[in-house]
């Protein structure tokens, strides 16, 4: 069975400093892989895909980036935190034609 | 352009009673269409999908969703809920062209009185 994993669940951070939000999917080869941004109480944003290693689309700006270093690994990061980076960032996988999206329990991001 | 729509913000239903969650969708091709449950503080899970066939689908937990084309809908229904039910339940839309960017409707908040 295929298991999605997010790290870290929760973090505080000052404007200003750097973030990484790590995901990490087991069990399925060569899968799709998604970052979505939901503001508190809000929809879901998709931010990035990458349907191979290396290679991310960027879906909106929002003064973030992301690395897909290893097949199984897909990071979500920046090097300047803004108030409105707040929210709650789900991790999600597809396989390569398929629409159903598997996600992450979520990392939950306080910027103060 | 794609959109989905999710008419009710919150729903407030007794336990036991039946449910019907409301989604409208905007998309000039052949939609595939999902209802996903956020239980508090958790990622999304799947309840059901529509691509093709029979417009009532079944999914977990006694869900069922029909779709319809001539009303651009995808209704959710489930006849009797329990307390866990309450979540936020989102409509998706994806083009038949794959999921490289789903569409997520604002999502309703369904609150279960015991």
């Known amino acids: 069975a295929q298991t999605i994993h997010q790290w870290p669940v929760a973090e505080i951070k000052a404007v200003g400093s750097p973030l990484s939000l790590g995901c990490t999917i087991k069990g399925k080869s060569s899968p799709n892989l998604y970052w979505y941004w939901q503001a508190t109480g809000g929809t879901l944003q998709q931010l990035f895909y990458s349907i191979t290693v290396g290679q991310v689309e960027s879906v909106v700006q929002l003064n973030l980036s992301a690395s897909r270093p290893k097949d199984d690994q897909f990071i979500l990061s920046t090097e300047k935190l803004l108030l409105s980076h707040s929210g709650f960032y789900l991790c999600a996988w597809s396989t390569y034609s398929g629409n159903t999206l598997y996600f992450g329990e979520g990392s939950r991001l306080i910027v103060v | 352009a794609q959109s989905v729509t999710q008419p009710d913000a919150r729903v407030t239903v007794s336990e036991g009673a039946s449910l019907q969650l409301r989604c409208k969708y905007s998309?000039?091709?052949?939609?595939?269409l999902f209802w996903y449950v956020q239980y508090p503080r958790q990622g999304l899970q799947l309840l059901l999908k529509y691509y093709s066939g029979d417009p009532v689908v079944q999914g977990v937990n006694g869900f069922e969703a029909e779709f319809s084309k001539s009303n651009s809908s995808f209704h959710l229904r489930k006849a009797s809920v329990h307390w866990s039910d309450s979540a936020v339940y989102f409509c998706?839309?994806?083009?038949?062209?794959?999921?490289?960017?789903?569409?997520f409707g604002s999502g309703t908040q369904l609150t279960v009185m015991p």
């Open positions: 998706v839309l994806s083009s038949s062209s794959g999921s490289w960017q789903l569409i």
């Open positions: 998309y000039s091709g052949t939609p595939y």
